[in-house]
């Protein structure tokens, strides 16, 4: 793939072309560090990053009722990129569309070879994690940006690969302030949980709704509620 133009941003080297630039446009950057990936689509990756959360639009424009936040985003990011980039074949679409679909679900991105890993780690102990420790289920595209999305909300100390340094995330925090972006997310997905709560029971965003939106209940929404009712035997 031919070298991209690019330009220092928070002290770092990233991807400036005019697809990128619509793309800035249309949905702000979210910053994060992520492992070195040679060899792969970098453009593809940054047009993710950039859009992987269109789904949280507000306006309706870009969004449905029945679909859950991740599949609106991909298919949003899709029509962008055939109405933008007439050059992208289907494996570039492809790649963007799996990106951000799969944003929110890193297992299926990677396979976690070693118990002491990053998922481990978070929800069960502590530890120290390697990048070696993980095996790619999906291509580098959709890996790096499930990494970095993660390293977003994890923060240095339980980024996955421990690629992300406290200098480095105080350089882009500094660059790119995060605004309250805790509550904010807060607030969008208890949104969710309010206006399309269909789409929420299968993904953690219903964890939210449980939490914090007045008269939201996974009871009976579970899978394993599904399958219990279930008469056939």
């Known amino acids: 793939m031919a070298t991209l133009p690019t330009r220092v941003l928070a002290g770092v080297q990233v991807p400036d072309t005019p697809l990128i630039t619509k793309a800035l446009a249309l949905c702000p950057i979210i910053a994060a560090k992520i492992p070195e990936l040679q ?30 936040f991740e599949v609106d985003g991909a298919n949003a990011a899709r029509d962008f990129l055939k109405r933008e980039a007439g050059d992208w074949d289907k494996y570039r679409l492809q790649l963007v569309w799996d990106a951000i679909a799969l944003h929110t679900t890193t297992t299926i991105a990677k396979k976690i070879e070693s118990r002491n890993d990053l998922t ?26 499930s990494y970095g999305i993660h390293a977003d909300f994890a923060g240095p100390d339980l980024a996955i690969g421990g690629h992300l340094t406290w200098e480095a995330w105080n350089v882009i925090v500094k660059e790119l302030p995060r605004l309250g972006m805790k509550e904010g997310v807060r607030e969008i997905l208890c949104r969710l949980c309010r206006t399309k709560p269909e789409t929420t029971y299968d993904n953690f965003v219903g964890q939210y709704g449980e939490r914090y939106v007045k008269g939201y209940t996974l009871a009976g929404k579970n899978v394993i509620d599904f399958m219990e009712a279930n008469t056939l035997g």
């Open 120 to 145: 481990t780690r978070f929800f069960f102990q502590r530890g120290h994690t390697k990048l070696e420790n993980f095996q790619w289920h999906k291509e580098p595209e959709v890996v790096a940006t």
């Open 39 to 68: 060899g792969y689509d970098l453009e593809a990756h940054a047009i993710a990053a950039i859009l992987h959360d269109l789904g949280w639009d507000e306006t309706g424009d870009l969004v449905t009722q029945e679909k859950r």
